[in-house]
Structures are given as structure tokens and as C-alpha cells.
């Protein structure tokens, strides 16, 4: 058998140590307290369900135009900020997420593959929540997700403002502002998903 690299073996050992605390963390799973949600969220799918469609359809975008999902701004995990609107027009996928969640450290890789490939034609944003600033960092750099812009939820407002009540948590908006899934995707479904938009 080839010899792991360290890189790799790093990374075993800490998804590793993340599945083990998974257990005493599930009690954590919840977000922030809910506030008002944005106009065309739909409820969260259960793990394994079919992409839930928007709750409330919207008109396509017009030129010009930027979708309520996507009217907001931010600040990324290095200070920079983040305005959603420029991303109007494109289908996008926000990933909601925590650094001490086995199961995002598992989809971590999926994401971190597929972003560099699509990032100008489906935008993946992550939403870090939930966890010190100093653990998320850790978490981006660990899985090389350096390329992919991270936002700095720790208020929670953003995962108020989608109705996120667990991570991992996908929310796929189509080029017309639409929510068209909210909830849990594996690697495969989410790459399945992500060329689908990028075709669409």
C-alpha cells in the first residue's frame, strides 16, 4: 500500500477526532434562536429525502435585480467583507456549518474539490456558525477551503434569517433567487446537484 502523506494522515486524524466528539455535540445542533426568514426559504429536508422545492415561488430575476435570499452582506472568516448580491444571477449554494461537526468535516472534502471548479458558474459560500472564530479558521485551513469564501456567522444571523436549525445544512438557490433545496446532502448528491445548476 503507498505510504500516506502527512497532509493526509493530518487529515484522517482529525476527521477522526471530530467523529468522536460528534456524540457529545449533537446536543449542540440547534441554531440561534429563530428570527424572521427570508421570503422564499423552504423547510429543511430529513437526511436522505428528495431536494424540497421553495415554499413560495418567485418570479425570475430581472436584469439588474437582486433576489431577497440574496440580499445581504457579511464579513468572511479574514475580515473581508461579503456582499451576496453580486452573486445575483447565478445559482449559488450557501453551507451551513460548524467546526466541530463530524459531518461537515466529511462533506469539507467534497467542497473543497468541487468549489475551484465551479466558483463562476455556482458560487459554494460557506456560513461558519456556531463555534469560536479561532476553530472555524482552523477548520478552513485543515480542509483546505481557503478558496471558497467562508462567512463569519457566529451571531447567527444568517442562519436566523434561513431558518437553519442544524448543520450540516445545504441551502441551493437557482439563478432566479429560488430556493430550491434546504437540508442535508452528501458529497454525491451535492456534486450532483452543483452540475445540474451549472448546466441549467
Do not use: N
Request: charged share 20%.
Amino acid at each position: 500500500m503507498a505510504r500516506r502523506t502527512p497532509v493526509v494522515t493530518r487529515r484522517l486524524v482529525a476527521a477522526a477526532v471530530l467523529a468522536a466528539l460528534l456524540p457529545a455535540a449533537a446536543a449542540c445542533a440547534t441554531a440561534p434562536e429563530r428570527a424572521a426568514p427570508v421570503g422564499a426559504v423552504a423547510p429543511a429536508s430529513p437526511a436522505g429525502a428528495e431536494p424540497a422545492p421553495a415554499a413560495t415561488p418567485t418570479a425570475a430575476v430581472a436584469p439588474g435585480r437582486v433576489p431577497e435570499t440574496l440580499s445581504f452582506t457579511a464579513k468572511t472568516l479574514d475580515g473581508t467583507a461579503f456582499d451576496a448580491a453580486r452573486l445575483a444571477g447565478r445559482p449559488v449554494v450557501l453551507w451551513f456549518w460548524a467546526p466541530w461537526c463530524a459531518t461537515c468535516a466529511s462533506q469539507a472534502w467534497t467542497v473543497a474539490e468541487i468549489a475551484p471548479k465551479y466558483r463562476d458558474t455556482v458560487p459554494i459560500v460557506g456560513v461558519a456558525g456556531l463555534g469560536a472564530q479561532r476553530a472555524m479558521k482552523d477548520f478552513v485551513r485543515e480542509f483546505d477551503l481557503g478558496g471558497t469564501p467562508q462567512l463569519d456567522d457566529r451571531a447567527g444571523t444568517l442562519w436566523r434569517r434561513f431558518e437553519v436549525v442544524e448543520q450540516s445544512t445545504f441551502v441551493v438557490v437557482d439563478r432566479d433567487g429560488r430556493v430550491v433545496h434546504q437540508g442535508y446532502l452528501d458529497g454525491e448528491s451535492l456534486t450532483r446537484q452543483v452540475e445540474t445548476l451549472a448546466k441549467g
